[in-house]
């Protein structure tokens, strides 16, 4: 089985601070990708990613940075975080496109910035 | 305009009932096409693969119109387990989500 695996559950930071959020996955994956989950607006995406230090920008990349520097590991940075960027997050990643771009998610990353 | 527009439901329907929900994509160069499923404070989890030729598992049908640009996934004899919300995605190498629609199915 893929396993993603997000290095928090739970995040309660103050504004202004730096915010990693780490996602691990298992099965050589090419594709990862960082999405934000709100009420009534959906996964959005931020950040993707389909190889080793390449990035492109999702829908909503302001105010987030991440980092591919191994295959397995897709960080996302949020380097001053704000109140606006209270949300649960989400990892995934893919073997590629197509079928194989079925999606496997991480169980999320819940941030709370007061 | 989203590049992913998903019906906003919610739908509630008893037990029994047929419910269909779509998806509308910009993206005429899309290649993967996935119905996901999520109950409350879980991640999405694969639902189906959409097929070109149109694909059915069970209860489930799912359906690609590629020239008209949506999906679709029909529901049949709707169970009360199948109360969550419903997400499309669609992509190339970038995968976007509909916004979700919400199912509760009563007895």
């Known amino acids: 089985d893929v396993k993603v695996t997000q290095s928090s559950r739970y995040l309660v930071k103050r504004t202004g601070e730096k915010v990693f959020l780490e996602c691990v996955q298992d099965?050589?994956?090419?594709?990862m990708f960082w999405y934000r989950q709100d009420p009534g607006l959906g996964l959005r995406l931020i950040y993707f990613?389909?190889?080793?230090?390449?990035?492109e920008k999702g829908d909503i990349p302001e105010g987030y940075s991440v980092s591919r520097e191994k295959k397995e590991r897709f960080s996302l940075i949020l380097e001053s975080a704000s109140t606006n960027q209270t949300s649960m997050y989400l990892c995934?990643?893919?073997?590629?496109?197509?079928?194989?771009?079925?999606?496997?998610f991480g169980e999320g990353s819940r941030l709370t910035v007061l | 305009r989203k590049e992913v527009e998903q019906d906003p439901g919610p739908f509630n329907v008893p037990e029994g009932a047929t419910v269909a929900f779509n998806c509308t994509y910009s993206?005429?160069?899309?290649?993967?096409f996935f119905w996901y499923r999520q109950d409350c404070r879980k991640e999405p989890k694969l639902l189906m693969s959409?097929?070109?030729s149109g694909n059915e598992d069970g209860r489930f049908t799912a359906q690609l119109n590629r020239a008209s640009q949506y999906i679709s996934l029909l529901i049949r004899d709707s169970k009360l387990s199948d109360s969550a919300t419903y997400l499309c995605?669609?992509?190339?190498?970038?995968?976007?989500f509909g916004a979700g629609t919400r199912l509760t199915v009563k007895p």
């Open positions: 995934a990643s893919s073997l590629g496109t197509g079928l194989a771009g079925e999606l496997f």
């Open positions: 099965m050589d994956h090419e594709n």
């Open positions: 990613s389909y190889d080793v230090k390449m990035k």
């Open positions: 993206n005429s160069a899309s290649q993967s």
């Open positions: 959409v097929y070109s």
């Open positions: 995605v669609v992509g190339v190498n970038d995968m976007r």
